[in-house]
């Protein structure tokens, strides 16, 4: 928020400089971003009036004038601009001025005329861009006043960065209510008085939305001039508020929304058929706006309707139909309290801002509407005339004031200062809240311009800004020093994703919010959680799954010519899930769990001379994670399982220690098809909170005895899987102490006969085992002895038959 300092001090006039009054602003949280002069630093120039003009006798566009400067003796000033003309007051650098940066005037000869001073542009004096002539002052300006005083360009800007809460500070009024409870200086209102009210002309108003409008009030004004001139004093305010200068009804209601921070509307009341209805809009309908856009309303934007037809968005901006124009006689001042839910966020639904928007979806003051109504009456009736009628205040639904309370000792133990009560009492009065205290407790009703206090905190808060944060003790909190160490095997994000690094994965950062497509398609969620408010409308539901995400960086970058990519993210996903309690980073009914996921597409290595190239398969991506788990690879499982976004005969569900934890496998040849990849990506997905740990390092003395290696081949029915073989080895050595000379067990051939395969004849493996004793040499009989066993196990279990 923008503003110019003299106008602050109209309000309240602390004894305080500039810088001090900024700091005492920036303390209580009213950031003053900015401050900076009205105008560039210039002397000399002064208020100069032209008595005459002459066209210069050897040059087409320079002009002779004779000006008077105050000093009782004509000055003969040479001048190019074209709106030079007798009788115009505008800025004169006498002989010896600086103009901004730093030029000195002095006497010059113009085509052989001399010139003794300079009449100056708005450009000239750095005031603004407008360089297209003289810089034409009120006609009621003194003769000789210094240009500064005269305009007061000893002013300065002030800009505010408020926080979204203090909506009662988006106005002069409401900063000066702030700087009035910091220094205790008198605040000063505008006057407001009841204007006479000379006509009887009402307009019906139909409130048919209580939960849309909790207050309307508005009265009828004839016999306007709105091509009246908006006061100099007025403009001058409005511009260095930001605001562009317009007509005089439409700067006077601009006046008031800045001054007292109630936006208005204006309406053309010959331009209204019948009265006026205050409603929710109907789908379909649609309006101009004061803008030139054309929009469609839905049903849950808030409307002022003249019949059927619509005239303007409730609390947001104003329709073309019933504008005010140049032409305008009479009209109907609105101001009204809309409840800030009816219209948070629907300007930005239609990709523009207003000033009321801003304004009303925070909360504006609901119990001055008459006082701002008469202000506002009063200023048009000074600018444009005309004849006032009574006003009709309508309250329908307003904001219940509930009692906040805060305890004194909860305030002393938050701010670590024992503020007096008397003090406390003192700070809520200079803010003007309505309180009792009983007991230590203080009960406070906030005012209705303060939709900021609701709990304990907020008048916590309070106490804080107006008590001071620089008298708080700067004092760090006292408490035992307790050294925490994480465990050993414990893995974190960072840690993952290096080893995700160091297998030649690109970390990749995805929206949580995907495609409602993506997740029925990729998840088989068919009940996603959905967004309120998304930020794109293809951007709708919470991701239950990461495959997609990969998927999708995956075709971005095969669209533009990359042959190889290796992509993985970390990052959590959001299903329902009634088991869930409220909790850290979860609310009840929806799991956050982190998980992470790889994708893997085109050659398996880089391309060189020295390996054929490969397309990179499930085996490759497989053998990554094994390197993800470490020494827990040997507790991991694949077992043959289908997942929505996976091939039905390529992919697996990793499960670790008896625990699914994860998919792995080619992708669907469908979901290939429809990102128009020329080969399958391979990806896995795993929880992070089941591989976060790691096996820690048991170092054990290494044996001197040599190993000795065995083959075993055996045929077995074509539908026995090797996992279940290796569980029966891995039970029976387990089981038996002989066995544990058993070191590890590996398949290294399968073989079918082709003749037989398609009638699912037996198939033969061979497996290759490392025995090795601690502290003797394996003889052959031992050997045999143990593989005779193992063999005996699969026969049992499984009909194994061994190859001869």
């Given at each position: 928020?923008?503003?110019?300092?003299?106008?602050?001090?109209?309000?309240?006039?602390?004894?305080?400089?500039?810088?001090?009054?900024?700091?005492?602003?920036?303390?209580?949280?009213?950031?003053?971003?900015?401050?900076?002069?009205?105008?560039?630093?210039?002397?000399?120039?002064?208020?100069?009036?032209?008595?005459?003009?002459e066209?210069?006798p050897?040059?087409?566009?320079?002009?002779?004038c004779?000006?008077?400067?105050?000093?009782?003796?004509?000055?003969?000033?040479?001048?190019?601009?074209?709106?030079?003309?007798?009788?115009?007051?505008?800025?004169?650098?006498?002989?010896?001025?600086?103009?901004?940066?730093?030029?000195?005037?002095?006497?010059?000869?113009?085509?052989?005329?001399?010139?003794?001073?300079?009449l100056?542009?708005?450009?000239?004096?750095?005031?603004?861009?407008?360089?297209?002539?003289?810089?034409?002052?009120?006609?009621?300006?003194?003769?000789?006043?210094?240009?500064?005083?005269?305009?007061?360009?000893?002013?300065?800007?002030?800009?505010?960065?408020?926080?979204?809460?203090?909506?009662d500070?988006?106005?002069?009024?409401g900063?000066?209510?702030?700087?009035?409870?910091?220094?205790?200086?008198?605040?000063?209102?505008?006057?407001?008085?009841?204007?006479?009210?000379e006509?009887?002309d009402?307009?019906?108003v139909?409130?048919?939305?209580?939960?849309?409008c909790?207050?309307?009030?508005?009265?009828?004004?004839?016999?306007?001039?709105?091509?009246?001139?908006?006061?100099?004093?007025?403009?001058?305010?409005?511009?260095?508020?930001?605001?562009?200068?317009?007509?005089?009804?439409?700067?006077?209601?601009?006046?008031?929304?800045?001054?007292?921070?109630?936006?208005?509307?204006?309406?053309?009341?010959?331009?209204?058929?019948?009265?006026?209805?205050?409603?929710?809009?109907?789908?379909?309908?649609?309006?101009?706006?004061?803008?030139?856009?054309?929009?469609?309303?839905?049903?849950?934007?808030?409307?002022?309707?003249?019949?059927?037809?619509?005239?303007?968005?409730?609390?947001?901006?104003?329709?073309?139909?019933?504008?005010?124009?140049l032409?305008?006689?009479?009209i109907?001042?609105?101001?009204?309290?809309?409840?800030?839910?009816?219209?948070?966020?629907?300007?930005?639904?239609?990709?523009?801002?207003?000033?009321?928007?801003?304004r009303?979806?925070?909360?504006?003051?609901?119990?001055?509407?008459?006082?701002?109504?008469?202000r506002?009456?009063?200023?048009?009736?000074?600018?444009?005339?005309?004849?006032?009628?009574?006003?009709?205040?309508?309250?329908?639904?307003?904001?219940?004031?509930?009692?906040?309370?805060?305890?004194?000792?909860?305030?002393?133990?938050?701010?670590?200062?024992?503020v007096?009560?008397?003090?406390?009492?003192?700070?809520?009065?200079?803010?003007?809240?309505?309180?009792?205290?009983?007991?230590?407790?203080?009960?406070?009703?906030?005012?209705?311009?303060?939709f900021?206090?609701?709990?304990?905190?907020?008048?916590?808060e309070?106490?804080?800004?107006?008590?001071g944060?620089?008298?708080?003790?700067?004092?760090?909190?006292?408490?035992?020093?307790?050294?925490?160490v994480?465990?050993?095997n414990?893995?974190?994000?960072?840690?993952?994703?290096?080893?995700?690094?160091?297998?030649?994965?690109?970390?990749?950062?995805?929206?949580?919010?995907?495609?409602?497509?993506?997740?029925?398609?990729?998840a088989?969620?068919?009940?996603?959680?959905?967004?309120?408010?998304?930020i794109?409308?293809?951007?709708?539901?919470?991701?239950?799954?990461?495959?997609?995400?990969?998927?999708?960086n995956?075709?971005?970058n095969?669209?533009?010519?990359?042959?190889?990519?290796?992509?993985?993210?970390?990052?959590?996903?959001?299903?329902?899930?009634?088991?869930?309690?409220?909790?850290?980073?979860?609310?009840?009914?929806v799991?956050?769990?982190?998980?992470?996921?790889?994708?893997?597409?085109?050659?398996?290595?880089?391309?060189?001379?020295?390996?054929?190239?490969?397309?990179?398969?499930?085996?490759?991506?497989?053998?990554?994670?094994?390197?993800?788990?470490?020494?827990?690879?040997?507790?991991?499982?694949?077992?043959s399982?289908?997942?929505?976004?996976?091939?039905?005969?390529?992919s697996?569900?990793?499960?670790?220690?008896?625990?699914?934890?994860?998919?792995?496998?080619?992708?669907h040849?469908?979901?290939?098809?429809?990102?128009?990849?020329?080969?399958?990506?391979?990806?896995?997905?795993?929880?992070?909170?089941?591989?976060?740990?790691?096996?820690?390092?048991?170092?054990?003395?290494?044996?001197?005895?040599?190993?000795?290696?065995?083959d075993?081949?055996?045929?077995?029915?074509?539908?026995?899987?090797?996992?279940?073989?290796?569980?029966?080895?891995?039970?029976?050595?387990?089981?038996?102490?002989?066995?544990?000379?058993?070191?590890?067990?590996?398949l290294?051939d399968?073989?079918?006969?082709?003749?037989?395969?398609?009638?699912g004849?037996?198939?033969?493996?061979?497996?290759?085992?490392?025995?090795?004793?601690d502290?003797?040499?394996?003889?052959?009989?031992?050997?045999?002895?143990?593989?005779?066993?193992?063999?005996?196990?699969?026969?049992?279990?499984?009909?194994?038959?061994?190859?001869?």
């Amino acid at each position: 928020m923008q503003f110019p300092e003299s106008w602050l001090r109209t309000f309240v006039n602390p004894d305080l400089s500039t810088d001090e009054l900024s700091h005492r602003l920036t303390m209580a949280g009213l950031e003053v971003e900015e401050t900076e002069p009205v105008a560039p630093p210039f002397s000399g120039i002064v208020v100069a009036h032209i008595v005459d003009v002459e066209k210069h006798p050897d040059a087409d566009k320079l002009r002779v004038c004779r000006v008077d400067d105050g000093s009782g003796q004509p000055l003969q000033i040479v001048c190019g601009a074209p709106n030079a003309a007798a009788g115009l007051k505008v800025p004169l650098a006498r002989l010896g001025a600086v103009l901004p940066g730093g030029m000195k005037i002095g006497k010059a000869k113009m085509r052989g005329v001399e010139s003794f001073g300079m009449l100056c542009s708005a450009r000239e004096l750095g005031l603004s861009q407008d360089h297209a002539g003289l810089l034409e002052l009120d006609a009621g300006a003194t003769v000789g006043q210094s240009l500064r005083e005269a305009l007061d360009l000893d002013d300065t800007l002030f800009t505010l960065k408020l926080t979204p809460n203090r909506a009662d500070c988006l106005s002069i009024l409401g900063v000066a209510r702030e700087v009035a409870a910091l220094t205790g200086a008198p605040l000063a209102l505008p006057e407001a008085a009841p204007a006479a009210v000379e006509i009887d002309d009402r307009l019906p108003v139909d409130v048919q939305a209580p939960d849309l409008c909790g207050r309307f009030g508005g009265r009828v004004i004839r016999g306007v001039n709105a091509r009246a001139r908006t006061p100099d004093w007025m403009v001058a305010r409005l511009e260095r508020a930001g605001q562009r200068s317009v007509s005089a009804l439409v700067d006077i209601s601009n006046y008031l929304m800045l001054e007292l921070g109630r936006p208005t509307h204006v309406f053309d009341l010959q331009r209204i058929q019948g009265g006026l209805t205050v409603r929710w809009a109907k789908q379909g309908e649609k309006l101009e706006l004061l803008n030139g856009q054309t929009v469609e309303l839905a049903p849950d934007v808030g409307i002022i309707a003249a019949g059927e037809i619509v005239e303007s968005m409730a609390g947001i901006m104003g329709g073309e139909a019933t504008a005010v124009t140049l032409d305008t006689t009479d009209i109907y001042v609105e101001a009204a309290f809309w409840w800030p839910d009816a219209i948070m966020g629907k300007a930005r639904r239609y990709k523009f801002s207003s000033e009321a928007s801003h304004r009303f979806e925070r909360g504006v003051d609901f119990q001055n509407v008459v006082r701002d109504l008469e202000r506002i009456t009063s200023l048009i009736l000074q600018v444009c005339g005309g004849k006032a009628g009574p006003i009709d205040d309508q309250v329908i639904n307003l904001p219940e004031r509930k009692p906040v309370q805060m305890r004194l000792q909860r305030c002393h133990r938050v701010l670590g200062v024992p503020v007096e009560q008397a003090e406390v009492e003192r700070i809520f009065d200079s803010l003007d809240l309505s309180w009792e205290c009983r007991d230590g407790i203080f009960s406070v009703v906030p005012p209705s311009y303060r939709f900021d206090i609701e709990i304990e905190e907020d008048l916590i808060e309070e106490v804080a800004r107006i008590y001071g944060f620089e008298r708080l003790p700067d004092e760090p909190p006292r408490a035992r020093a307790r050294m925490r160490v994480d465990a050993e095997n414990l893995r974190g994000p960072h840690a993952l994703r290096h080893a995700m690094a160091a297998m030649d994965y690109q970390e990749v950062v995805n929206f949580s919010f995907v495609q409602e497509d993506w997740e029925r398609e990729y998840a088989g969620n068919a009940d996603p959680i959905r967004l309120l408010n998304p930020i794109a409308s293809q951007l709708a539901v919470m991701r239950s799954s990461l495959i997609a995400g990969l998927v999708d960086n995956i075709r971005h970058n095969a669209n533009r010519k990359q042959p190889r990519v290796r992509v993985f993210e970390l990052g959590r996903v959001f299903y329902r899930d009634a088991s869930v309690r409220n909790g850290e980073l979860a609310v009840a009914g929806v799991a956050q769990p982190q998980r992470l996921a790889g994708a893997a597409w085109g050659p398996a290595l880089e391309e060189q001379w020295g390996v054929p190239t490969r397309q990179v398969d499930f085996y490759d991506v497989k053998k990554d994670v094994e390197t993800l788990l470490g020494g827990r690879a040997a507790h991991l499982r694949c077992e043959s399982a289908e997942h929505p976004a996976l091939h039905p005969g390529r992919s697996a569900r990793l499960v670790l220690e008896g625990r699914a934890v994860g998919w792995i496998g080619e992708l669907h040849p469908r979901l290939i098809q429809q990102a128009d990849l020329a080969h399958a990506p391979v990806v896995f997905e795993v929880d992070v909170q089941a591989i976060e740990t790691q096996l820690m390092p048991h170092p054990r003395e290494l044996s001197r005895q040599p190993v000795v290696v065995r083959d075993l081949a055996f045929w077995v029915g074509a539908n026995v899987l090797y996992q279940d073989l290796l569980n029966t080895l891995t039970q029976t050595i387990e089981s038996d102490a002989t066995l544990g000379i058993i070191q590890d067990i590996r398949l290294f051939d399968v073989w079918r006969d082709p003749a037989q395969a398609a009638g699912g004849g037996d198939k033969s493996m061979a497996l290759r085992f490392w025995l090795q004793d601690d502290q003797v040499t394996l003889d052959d009989a031992r050997v045999e002895q143990c593989m005779n066993r193992l063999l005996q196990a699969l026969v049992d279990a499984h009909g194994a038959r061994q190859r001869a």
